[in-house]
C-alpha cells in the first residue's frame, strides 16, 4: 500500500509520499515521486499501483518530455501526455496483468507550474488517463491508504494555510496513517513548491528526524481528550446508575 498526499494552498503545494514497498512477506524502500524541472518548467508525479506499472509509465514519459517539453506550456498538456502514456502502458500489459490475477491500478497525483500557468495545479490522474483538478473547496488528493488520514485534512487545512502550516498538517496526515496500517511507513519524501518561483524543493525525512513530532501530538491527543467536557456525558451515567 501507499500513501501520497498532494496539497495546494493558495502560496503553493506540497507533497508527501511514504517509501515502502510490499510484496508478500518482503518489504523494501522505493522513491514514489519523480520530479522534472526545467527552465520555467517545474512538475513533480506521484503514484500509487504496481511498481512494475509505475516504473514503465514515467519511463515513457521522460521520454515525451525529451522529445517534447517545449510543447508544455501549461501543466494540463503535461498532464494529459502523461495520461497517454498511462494508457499505453494499459494496453501493453493489462491483459497479462487481469490474467494472473493483477489489477492495472496506477493512480497518480501531478503538481506545478508551467510558464503560461496563471499560478500552480494539483491534479489526480486515474488509470484510465483522465483526470480532475483540486479545487480551494478541499485543496488535496490523497492515493494508496487514504481514509486514516482524511480527517485530520478535512478539519485542519484551508486554502489560505500558509505553506508551512500545510506541511505540518500533511505530515501529521501521514502519521495517523502510519499509526494504522502496517504497510505505510517512513522515510518519507517531502516536496515543496513555491507559487511563481518556477523551483521544486526536495528532502527526505527518516524516522528518527520526526518521531519527536509524532510523540508530542500523540501527547497533545491524549490532553486534549482529557480537557473535553463530561457533562453531555451524564444522561448516559444517570442511567445506569439507575439499573445498578
Keep these: 500500500m501507499t500513501y501520497c498526499l498532494g496539497i495546494k494552498v493558495a502560496s503553493g503545494l506540497v507533497a508527501i509520499a511514504d517509501t515502502r514497498l510490499t510484496s508478500g512477506t518482503e518489504v523494501s524502500t522505493n522513491k514514489k515521486v519523480s520530479v522534472h524541472q526545467f527552465d520555467h518548467h517545474s512538475l513533480f508525479i506521484m503514484t500509487s499501483g504496481l511498481r512494475s506499472v509505475r516504473d514503465k509509465a514515467i519511463t515513457y514519459f521522460k521520454e515525451v518530455l525529451e522529445e517534447q517539453d517545449a510543447s508544455f506550456n501549461k501543466l494540463y498538456k503535461a498532464v494529459n501526455?502523461?495520461?497517454?502514456?498511462?494508457?499505453?502502458?494499459?494496453?501493453?500489459?493489462?491483459?497479462?496483468?487481469?490474467?494472473?490475477?493483477?489489477?492495472?491500478?496506477?493512480?497518480?497525483?501531478?503538481?506545478?507550474?508551467?510558464?503560461?500557468?496563471?499560478?500552480?495545479?494539483?491534479?489526480?490522474?486515474?488509470?484510465?488517463?483522465?483526470?480532475?483538478?483540486?479545487?480551494?473547496?478541499?485543496?488535496?488528493?490523497?492515493?494508496?491508504?487514504?481514509?486514516?488520514?482524511k480527517p485530520l485534512l478535512y478539519r485542519s487545512l484551508r486554502y489560505d494555510s500558509s505553506l508551512q502550516d500545510a506541511l505540518k498538517i500533511g505530515f501529521l496526515s501521514f502519521d495517523s496513517t502510519r499509526v494504522s496500517s502496517n504497510d505505510v511507513d517512513y522515510p518519507i519524501d517531502v516536496i515543496m513548491y513555491e507559487k511563481d518561483s518556477f523551483r521544486i524543493v526536495e528532502h527526505r525525512f527518516e524516522k528518527d528526524d520526526l518521531d519527536y513530532i509524532a510523540k508530542q501530538w500523540s501527547a497533545l491527543l491524549k490532553n486534549s481528550v482529557q480537557k473535553l467536557p463530561v457533562e453531555w456525558m451524564e444522561p448516559v451515567f444517570s442511567k445506569t446508575l439507575e439499573t445498578s
Excluded at 120 to 131: A, C, D, I, Q, S
Aim: a negative charge; charged letters at 20%; zero cysteines.
Design 81 to 149: 501526455a502523461f495520461g497517454a502514456q498511462v494508457r499505453r502502458v494499459a494496453d501493453e500489459d493489462k491483459v497479462s496483468l487481469t490474467e494472473a490475477g493483477l489489477a492495472f491500478n496506477l493512480f497518480s497525483i501531478v503538481g506545478g507550474q508551467l510558464e503560461n500557468d496563471d499560478e500552480h495545479k494539483l491534479f489526480l490522474l486515474y488509470p484510465e488517463g483522465n483526470w480532475v483538478e483540486v479545487g480551494p473547496g478541499s485543496p488535496f488528493f490523497i492515493i494508496g491508504n487514504s481514509g486514516n488520514g
